[in-house]
């Protein structure tokens, strides 16, 4: 990469997930997309790679930098980001009223520590774990009115507790969208670790070789996702929908990306299996083995094994699973490791590029709809919907206060509207009865 060249998109998808950290096999395309706009070249520029670099190297210092000393829970968690500065605070509404306070999201779950004098409130903690975890983007606003289209409802489940965050951003919905694309992210990690890793506790993991770092690998796959993310946020290049860059909630969203799964657990958990268990050699350990083998294990290029009993997601059953698994053995080329194969593809790059080519089906298909309505009478009539959307919810509004629903709140209206009233009146009143008292 020289100064005044530039790396084309084949060359960087090739190159770049192969450097740790940099980029990853699902997003990659999207990646190049994000940088290449800033140059508005058909390629990525020496400068903009070292601003690339330099911000990644910004955020994974300021996650080591971060002491943990006020929330001693983050010792067993990982720190991912924060939110907490003067130009964007984040609100936490509860009832209608907004608390300012500090955000911090780790590999499990989201802290909150409100602006309190009283010091009453303390930390409050929102697990991300459970199988229930949802993130919805919302609107919020005073007195029950959804003004701003810049806050996350973020919950643990049915029943269980809900946050409605704002991340108030001047310029936009974009700081909001990155943030719900990064607790989206941490959502679905989790999703994929209990549907496609070994479940806690599972004796197997001693039966292969590097299963037991196999969870590690994945957090830090979407941590580094994280990462990325904020570094182009600092650099402004980011595409439309954040979320295109998380690879987990991104493989959520498109089709083939179940498969994509599937290869990155093989790629996380697979290795040898283990000739030695419990310290015995010779026929336990060859019996080991032959009773994995009777089972229905997949393997990568380089031998490596994901055993059937992980296989915890119906995914595996499906048409497209099965035929891809069936015709993953290196067609040419050399495998130097399950990450690096020579003139040939790695599994994670073949489930890639396929699920690449049915979301390139679908964007053109969307696309073609999206220019037909465009040109066509429903975009006419969603635009009247929207015009006359504010009118709707002010009718509704006046509507409960009229019917004395929430009586506080028609209360308080009516407490409001008495005051504008007498204001107003009390200018023509008093010089009324004045001029009427000096005539007498």
């Known amino acids: ?258 498969i994509v799964c599937q290869t990155l657990a093989v790629n996380f958990w697979g290795g040898p299996l283990l000739t030695k268990v419990a310290d015995k050699r010779g026929d336990i350990a060859r019996a080991s083995r032959e009773s994995y083998e009777t089972f229905d294990n997949v393997s990568d290029l380089d031998g490596s094994v994901y055993l059937k009993r992980w296989m915890r997601s119906p995914s595996w059953g499906s048409t497209a699973s099965m035929n891809f698994w069936k015709n993953s053995s290196l067609r040419q080329g050399l495998v130097l490791s399950k990450h690096l194969a020579v003139a040939d593809l790695t599994l994670v790059e073949r489930a890639t590029e396929t699920c690449r080519q049915k979301y390139k089906v679908v964007e053109k298909t969307q696309a073609t709809i999206d220019a037909a309505t465009i040109k066509g009478i429903p975009s006419n009539i969603d635009l009247f919907k929207e015009l006359i959307l504010p009118l709707s919810i002010t009718a509704t509004e006046f509507e409960k206060l009229r019917c004395w629903e929430e009586p506080y709140m028609t209360v308080s209206f009516l407490a409001f509207a008495s005051t504008i009233i007498f204001r107003l009146v009390h200018r023509h009143v008093i010089p009324c009865i004045s001029c009427s008292l000096h005539s007498e």
């Open 1 to 258: 990469m020289l100064k005044g060249r530039f790396v084309g998109e084949e060359a960087f998808v090739r190159i770049a997930p192969a450097i740790s950290g940099l980029a990853d096999r699902a997003t990659v395309h999207n990646l190049f997309k994000a940088l290449a706009t800033a140059t508005d070249q058909k390629g990525i520029s020496l400068e903009i790679w070292l601003a690339y670099i330099q911000e990644l190297v910004k955020i994974h210092e300021g996650r080591k930098s971060h002491q943990t000393t006020d929330f001693p829970q983050l010792s067993m968690e990982r720190l991912l980001c924060m939110a907490a500065n003067r130009k964007g605070p984040v609100l936490k509404w509860e009832n209608n009223v907004a608390w300012p306070g500090k955000l911090t999201l780790t590999d499990k779950s989201l802290y909150f520590e409100p602006v309190d004098i009283k010091g009453s409130k303390g930390v409050l903690r929102l697990d991300l774990a459970g199988d229930k975890s949802t993130v919805e983007k919302a609107k919020v606003g005073p007195l029950g009115f959804s003004l701003f289209d810049s806050a996350v409802s973020v919950s643990s489940g049915p029943g269980l507790a809900t946050w409605v965050l704002e991340f108030v951003d001047l310029g936009g919905e974009l700081r909001r969208d990155v943030w719900h694309a990064i607790i989206s992210e941490v959502i679905a990690l989790h999703t994929f670790l209990r549907e496609f890793g070994p479940g806690e506790g599972d004796k197997s993991l001693y039966q292969v070789f590097g299963a037991k770092k196999g969870k590690e690998k994945a957090i830090t796959s979407a941590s580094n996702c994280i990462a990325r993310l904020q570094a182009l946020q600092y650099m402004r290049n980011l595409p439309d929908d954040p979320i295109k860059l998380v690879q987990f909630s991104f493989l959520q969203q498109v089709a083939y990306g179940d």
